[in-house]
């Protein structure tokens, strides 16, 4: 019954900052540990970053990290992710979803595409 509805993304020259949305409705925001996935054309979609519920844990895949943040405001039902210091091969379609322990991630966005120019 989570709604989960990505906005933000955009073009953007290579070194450039954008800051993702993901406005959540319909649960209990705060049960869930939240995510940004991302997908680039013929390739697997990958993990990028998550939080937890409180917003005090948090984790990055290896090709984002220092560049890329996630946050939280669990009083507007809202995740974050700002990007900065962007590269071409950031260039996807990045994807919101939310889980729980135990369940995964149960729910999905529509998607938001990012490009990256030089």
């Known amino acids: 019954q989570v709604q989960l509805v990505e906005s933000g993304g955009g073009s953007v020259q290579a070194g450039g900052s954008l800051r993702l949305s993901c406005a959540a409705s319909?649960?209990?925001?705060?049960?869930?540990?939240m995510a940004w996935f991302r997908q680039a054309p013929g390739k697997e979609r990958e993990f990028v970053s998550n939080?937890?519920?409180?917003?005090?844990?948090?984790s990055y895949a290896d090709s984002v990290k220092g560049r890329f943040t996630i946050s939280r405001d669990n009083a507007k039902n809202t995740v974050y992710l700002q990007m900065n210091s962007l590269k071409i091969e950031d260039t996807a379609a990045y994807y919101c979803a939310a889980g729980q322990t135990g369940r995964g991630y149960m729910y999905w966005g529509q998607g938001t595409q990012v490009t990256v120019s030089s």
């Open positions: 939080i937890r519920g409180s917003g005090g844990i948090t």
């Open positions: 319909g649960g209990t925001f705060s049960s869930y540990y």
